[in-house]
């Protein structure tokens, strides 16, 4: 079994953050070696308070997962990360050589700011795919949204543009805030494009964003490249959304 470190806050609802990483993660046959950020007080309609971890204590966390003694993780999910300090000691503390995904978590889906994108700076030159919603897109590239039934595709190659050149290695642009029949999401590199589509379905849930990066860091580890990962993370993400409960 495929191991993924997993950085984030914990969610008090259960509804994103950790609890759904690590269960979208077994889900798909990896194990998560788990590093808290934060520790949230949330229910499914509002955010109550943030307790930020102290950046050693995260650290310290990274190095015991890495632990050559255990089983060592073989790509990184970040999600909450709470404070400016814990993204510099991040970008400080994470080994070389192991992809990386962040889901860039500005705001919670119960309503809460979490972050500011300039307190994500230092870590951006680190992150092997960056997985922003549009509205994140938007605020990553100082830009308006791509909104609409069909977001412009050269309005978000720009936007992908803007952010590569912030050190990121790739874009994925997601497309569940936008309108239509399709949810589209379109992975960005500085030469290519690949679009990733799936029926938009009635219903939503919390922690999807949680959901997909989880699932890119698993198939990332599990050896696929990262068009495949976005690939089969995209079908892992649909197949949960379909459950309704």
Known sequence: MSRILVIAGTDSSGGA??????????????????????VTVQTNQALRAIHPIP???????????????????RAIKIGMIGTAEAATCLADSLPAGVPIVLDPVLK???????????SLAP???RVTLLTPNLEECARLSESAPALGVTPDLDGMRHQADQILARGVAAVLIKGG??????????????????AFSAPRL???????????????????????NLTEACHSAKASLQTWLAQVA
């Open 17 to 38: 953050g950790l609890s759904r990483d690590i269960a979208m993660a077994t889900s798909l046959k990896c194990s998560v070696a788990p590093v808290v950020t934060a």
């Open 55 to 73: 950046p050693e204590v995260i650290s310290a966390q990274i190095t015991a997962a890495f632990d050559p003694g255990g089983q060592i993780p």
């Open 108 to 118: 919670s889906s119960s309503g809460g700011e979490l972050m500011s994108t300039q």
């Open 123 to 125: 870590l951006l030159s």
């Open 177 to 194: 805030h936008a309108q239509g029949a399709q949810s589209t999401d379109h992975l960005f590199t500085a030469q290519t494009h690949h």
């Open 202 to 224: 009635p219903h939503g849930k919390r922690g999807t964003g949680c959901s997909l990066a989880t699932a890119l860091a698993c198939a990332l580890a599990q050896g696929a």
